[in-house]
C-alpha cells in the first residue's frame, strides 16, 4: 500500500522560506515521477512542481525562479524549497506520484495523471 506524507508546513512571513518534505513508502520511489500541487481556499488545486525519474524538474510559471523540487532515493523523499514566499503561496500543499513517465506540460500539470496523493500540509504567508 502505498503512503505519501507531507511534512515541513508552517505560518511563515512574506519574504521567508520553506521546505515541504515529502516521505514515501510501498513503492519503489525511484520509478515514480512526482508532484506537488496546491490549493489556496476558495480554489481548485494547481500544479506547482514535478520531478522526473531523472531529477528534471517542471514548475509552474507562478513559481519558477523561486520554487526549487528535489528527490532523494534513497530517503524515498521529495522535496520542495520555497524561497521568497509571498501571501498567495497560501495553500494546502500535496505530494502527488505516479509510476507513469510524462513529456508533456499537459500531462504533468493535470491531477489525474497522478495516482497517489498525500493527506496535505497547511502553508501560511503573511504580508
Known amino acids: 500500500q502505498v503512503h505519501l506524507v507531507e511534512s515541513g508546513g508552517g505560518l511563515v512571513q512574506a519574504g521567508d522560506s520553506l521546505r515541504l518534505s515529502c516521505g514515501a513508502s510501498?513503492?519503489?520511489?525511484?520509478?515514480?515521477?512526482m508532484g506537488w500541487f496546491r490549493q489556496a481556499p476558495g480554489k481548485e488545486r494547481e500544479f506547482v512542481a514535478s520531478?522526473?525519474?531523472?531529477?528534471?524538474?517542471t514548475y509552474a510559471d507562478s513559481v519558477k525562479g523561486r520554487f526549487t523540487i528535489s528527490r532523494d532515493n534513497l530517503k524515498n523523499t521529495v522535496y520542495l524549497q520555497m524561497n521568497r514566499l509571498k501571501p498567495e503561496d497560501t495553500a494546502v500543499y500535496y505530494c502527488?506520484?505516479?509510476?507513469?513517465?510524462?513529456?508533456?506540460?499537459?500531462?504533468?500539470?493535470?491531477?489525474?495523471?497522478?495516482?497517489?496523493w498525500g493527506q496535505g500540509t497547511q502553508v501560511t504567508v503573511s504580508s
Open positions: 502527488a506520484g505516479t509510476i507513469r513517465s510524462y513529456y508533456s506540460r499537459t500531462e504533468l500539470y493535470a491531477e489525474t495523471s497522478y495516482d497517489y
Open positions: 520531478i522526473s525519474r531523472s531529477g528534471d524538474g
Open positions: 510501498g513503492l519503489t520511489f525511484s520509478m515514480y515521477t
